[in-house]
């Protein structure tokens, strides 16, 4: 089963695993709050700390995805973003997001205490 990694802790991150969860995204995919999920939920290669810096998705097959391409790999698996998730998969929209995932993560260190 496919594994979404999120901050439970940051309310923009909580905000938007909410928004998929409530859009049929709660039945085929783990959604794992990092602050809170024990040591063993975490695939080998990835730590607590990495999993707070960045987003994370785990796929069908086993592989950790991380920043925009994981929020194309879990648009993937949602039946009504599966669109977007095969656009943002093509090479210059994926690094376009990645980018602006960029941005984002610099704003929201730079909110943090």
């Known amino acids: 089963m496919p594994k979404v990694f999120y901050d439970g802790t940051c309310p923009v991150c909580s905000r938007e695993i909410g928004f998929y969860q409530r859009r049929g995204g709660d039945t085929n995919i783990e959604w794992v709050d990092i602050d809170t999920a024990p040591d063993a939920d975490f695939p080998v290669g990835l730590t607590r700390e990495d999993a707070l810096a960045r987003f994370h998705f785990v796929d069908r097959t086993g592989r950790l995805h991380d920043g925009a391409a994981a929020f194309a790999q879990l648009w993937s698996e949602m039946p009504r973003f599966r669109w977007l998730g095969r656009i943002a998969q093509f090479g210059p929209i994926l ?14 260190t730079q909110r943090l205490p």
């Open 95 to 108: 690094f376009a997001l990645e980018r602006v995932y960029l941005v984002f993560l610099r704003l929201r």
